[in-house]
């Protein structure tokens, strides 16, 4: 059973930056692709970014390219998130989430565990 910890979520002004961390822990790390997803009040669960089991591959939803990045650290069993530039919009709960399996995915129901997730408010 894998678990995963977000950390690194809060209040910023827009323009701002945050580094969204997920530890993961009762697997290895490396054999499992992930993600990040996120959800605002009254919306779905919406994939933001993803990379693959090696780190290898990553993609980033198109309205967030140039602006976010995925990464993985596999010696620390985490997966990172890189969020510059933020807008009042990116408000939401980020979740992390994980997959057996080395290639990356974006839909909600491709992942087997999640996070408990991480709030982000962008203030105007």
């Known amino acids: 059973q894998v678990q995963l910890v977000e950390s690194g979520g809060g209040l910023v002004q827009a323009g701002g930056s945050l580094r969204l961390s997920c530890a993961a822990s009762?697997?290895?790390?490396?054999?499992?692709?992930m993600g990040w997803f996120r959800q605002a009040p009254g919306k779905e669960r919406a994939f933001v970014a993803a990379?693959?089991?090696?780190?290898?591959?990553?993609y980033v939803a198109d309205s967030m390219k140039g602006r976010f990045t995925i990464s993985s650290d596999n010696a620390k069993n985490t997966v990172y998130l890189q969020m510059n530039s933020l807008k009042p919009e990116d408000t939401a709960v980020y979740y992390c989430?994980?997959?057996?399996?080395?290639?990356?995915?974006?839909?909600?129901?491709?992942?087997?565990?999640w996070g408990q997730g991480t709030q982000v408010t962008v203030s105007s």
């Open positions: 009762g697997g290895t790390f490396s054999s499992y692709a």
């Open positions: 989430a994980a997959t057996k399996g080395y290639y990356y995915h974006t839909k909600t129901h491709e992942y087997d565990y």
């Open positions: 990379i693959s089991g090696s780190g290898g591959s990553a």
